[in-house]
């Protein structure tokens, strides 16, 4: 009896199996590969040559890697400033109006369902130096206000910047939005009666009840401003000059380009341990400072 | 009562007319004359015309891109409502021994960024480079823990009672998934159906470096070919760029309720 009820709790595995297998390949042997890589010499054809560090010293001298991390730092910087106080405006916004939040929140959460390549591509033409934006400005006799977009390597970054915000702040307003709305509405009443202002109540009442969304929500967003990828692979792919190159458009190019993979590697898993460090960072807030998040 | 107007809903509609317009202005491109857009690229069309629609199919080989997308999503969905169903099912049900700890690698093994090098050359040596499994694979694999998580997450509800009754009427573990689990978890296999759809419809990361030839390619990959060659024709590139998001926009259009509270339970982040 109790040899086969053993059997039958093991079964469960048979249930798990099949999908690990694909997670295994997918996931876990790549993970344990990406910590062997990046010390071995490869061509992505024949077998990887193990030459110690000297891929991690090649990327400390190599200038574009410098460039591609400080525009990681300002992807980030940015990501987690503007958009995230814009959507925080406008949940905050909707939290207050009564008709029309559904619609809201759809219409603003619909830029993300758009392929990064249809949506880069209308960015585009927006920025086009000749139709575009600022065909109008030209017309209007504005032309001082002439927004030289993707061409000029200084503006470049921006632009691609205001193209992902657009792309992806909606989803943002509504996890903001749904923390706000469970939000004790009667603290917020109280501290009304008690003749508290507007930014008074916003401060020290709505801010600190939805802090634990709003630290994932701030973590989520710089995770993934390291990660930084596709709209400046399709808008820019990391020119002009390299001037909007992020550490994942360089080894994308350079492993699947250049064929330097160990070297790519490297820089990936430099890029692995920034991400690191910032969820120890997090774990640390969680852990030790009792952030209940 | 008098009807007052919220003055909230300014700042709301203007941003609202900045997420819609960008869209609105592939979709009105779309239909202008070619020549049309050099003076007028932001405007209303005068004409509408449909023939950039007929010509993009033809040279951006649209038909060959919507089938292979449209089978390596389907597959992709299929896999991981089933893979991930029985996951959690196992993990939620059948009491298996070591489960604890299973969820604590899936856990950590969640907040890691893809391997993208390692999976691009484990494929090169594997033969996958253009190939359908090629891309399903590593789909299925990334997707997998969060949605085991997802899905567990709401199976944790179901009382455990109905399942013995079920055992005890002689139904087989098989059985009792497919005819009282999924019918009972169906709110959430529908959010991670939809959003696993989305992603797989929209990957470029992978998809571009595995699918190298224009007969494997997905539409979203493709597209970035198709403007490449057709830089300067506007109107073409439009409708390419419609007919690469309609189908998206379409299920958007269906779902939006289960899109919007799907993102508040499910924090799924593109």
């Known amino acids: 009896m109790i040899k086969r009820s053993r059997l039958v709790r093991w079964k469960g595995w048979l249930f798990i199996l099949p999908g690990l297998l694909f997670h295994i390949f997918a996931v876990t042997i790549p993970a344990m590969l990406s910590l062997y890589l990046p010390f071995t010499e490869w061509n992505g054809i024949s077998m990887p040559k193990f030459i110690g560090i000297e891929n991690f010293v090649e990327a400390f001298q190599d200038r574009i890697v410098g460039v591609a991390f400080l525009n990681n730092v300002k992807w980030m910087l940015f990501w987690v400033t503007i958009p995230i106080i814009f959507a925080f405006g406008l949940a905050y916004l909707l939290s207050k109006i009564k008709r029309g939040q559904t619609a809201y929140q759809s219409i603003f959460f619909s830029t993300s369902i758009i392929t990064v390549t249809v949506a880069g591509q209308i960015w585009f033409w927006l920025y086009n130096p000749f139709s575009g934006v600022n065909f109008y400005l030209d017309k209007a006799g504005l032309g001082f206000l002439e927004w030289p977009g993707l061409t000029i390597p200084s503006f470049a970054l921006v632009s691609v910047l205001i193209a992902d915000m657009w792309r992806g702040f909606g989803g943002n307003v509504i996890w903001l939005l749904a923390a706000l709305t469970q939000n004790d509405k009667s603290i917020e009443e109280a501290a009304k009666l008690d003749g508290a202002g507007r930014f008074r109540i916003l401060w020290n009442i709505v801010l600190p009840q939805i802090r634990p969304t709003l630290v994932v929500v701030t973590l989520l967003t710089a995770l993934g401003a390291f990660g930084a990828f596709e709209m400046v692979y399709v808008m820019t792919g990391g020119g002009p000059a390299h001037a909007t190159e992020t550490l994942s458009t360089y080894y994308y190019s350079l492993s699947t380009r250049g064929q330097r993979a160990g070297y790519g590697s490297a820089i990936a898993l430099f890029q692995m341990f920034i991400a690191f460090i910032l969820i120890a960072v997090y774990a640390y807030l969680k852990k030790k400072k009792g952030w209940d998040v | ?270």
Not at chain 2, 91 to 109: D, H, K, V
Not at chain 2, 124 to 141: A, E, H, R, S
């Open chain 2, 1 to 270: 009562m008098k009807l007052r107007f919220n003055w909230r809903h300014i700042p709301l509609l203007i941003v609202t007319a900045f997420s819609l317009f960008p869209m609105l202005l592939l979709l009105m491109n779309a239909f202008k004359k070619k020549a049309e857009i050099s003076k007028n690229p932001l405007g209303w069309p005068k004409f509408w015309t449909f023939e950039n629609f007929s010509m993009a199919w033809e040279q951006g080989h649209f038909d060959v891109a919507y089938m292979n997308t449209l089978i390596i999503t389907g597959i992709t969905v299929v896999l991981v409502c089933v893979l991930c169903g029985f996951a959690a099912y196992g993990l939620t049900f059948m009491s298996t021994p070591g489960s604890g700890l299973f969820l604590a690698y899936l856990f950590i093994t969640m907040s890691m960024p893809i391997g993208f090098i390692p999976i691009f050359f484990m494929e090169i040596k594997l033969n996958l480079i253009n190939t359908y499994w090629g891309v399903i694979i590593p789909f299925v694999g990334g997707a997998f823990a969060f949605n085991v998580f997802l899905l567990r997450a709401f199976m944790l509800g179901i009382p455990k009672d109905l399942l013995e009754s079920a055992r005890v009427d002689g139904a087989s573990s098989i059985g009792t998934f497919f005819r009282i689990i999924l019918p009972l978890a169906k709110p959430a296999f529908v959010v991670v159906a939809i959003f696993t759809t989305l992603s797989s419809w929209n990957e470029i990361f992978l998809s571009n470096a595995i699918l190298q030839t224009d007969t494997m390619k997905t539409v979203s990959v493709a597209y970035l070919n198709f403007t490449s060659k057709y830089n300067t024709n506007w109107a073409l590139m439009a409708a390419g760029g419609v007919m690469t998001v309609v189908p998206m926009v379409v299920l958007f259009l269906l779902m939006t309720k289960k899109f919007v509270s799907g993102m508040q339970e499910g924090g799924v982040k593109f």
